[in-house]
Nanobody, 127 residues
Framework: QLQASGGGLVQPGGSLRLSCSVSGPIVQDYVMAWFRQAPGKVREFVAYIRWTGVDTSIADSVKGRFTISRDNTKNTVYLQMNNLQPEDTAVYYC??????????????????????WGQGTQVTVSS
């Protein structure tokens, strides 16, 4: 079970840190990801990290502003979001699933390939 938190209202240029806590056992081949969905738009990839931490990817639209990390001791994945802009406004979802190490990035960034989802947390960037 995934529990996302940390969303809120922030002014442009501000920061938020989203958390996704995982209950239950985690195996090393898990990939944890963040997606977001703005009103009227399709769900889009934001970032992923392997539970081993050796492989991460950030969407080009947020690269340089967002970082993904995990804390094994807390079974939690974080999405640090800096210099937020109005176009970042969306519901942010964390997702998880098991993927072989050789799985292509095209598979890992597609939301339809994830079976486990958190409930979503709203991020609103507005002055």
């Amino acid at each position: 079970q995934l529990q996302a938190s940390g969303g809120g209202l922030v002014q442009p240029g501000g920061s938020l840190r989203l958390s996704c806590s995982v209950s239950g056992p985690i195996v090393q081949d898990y990939v944890m990801a963040w997606f977001r969905q703005a009103p009227g738009k399709v769900r889009e990839f934001v970032a992923y990290i392997r539970w081993t931490g050796v492989d991460t990817s950030i969407a080009d639209s947020v690269k340089g502003r967002f970082t993904i990390s995990r804390d094994n001791t807390k079974n939690t994945v974080y999405l640090q979001m800096n210099n937020l802009q109005p176009e970042d406004t969306a519901v942010y979802y964390c997702a998880a699933d098991r993927f072989v190490r050789s799985q292509s990035i095209q598979v890992l960034i597609a939301h339809r390939n994830y079976d486990y989802w958190g409930q979503g947390t709203q991020v609103t960037v507005s002055s």
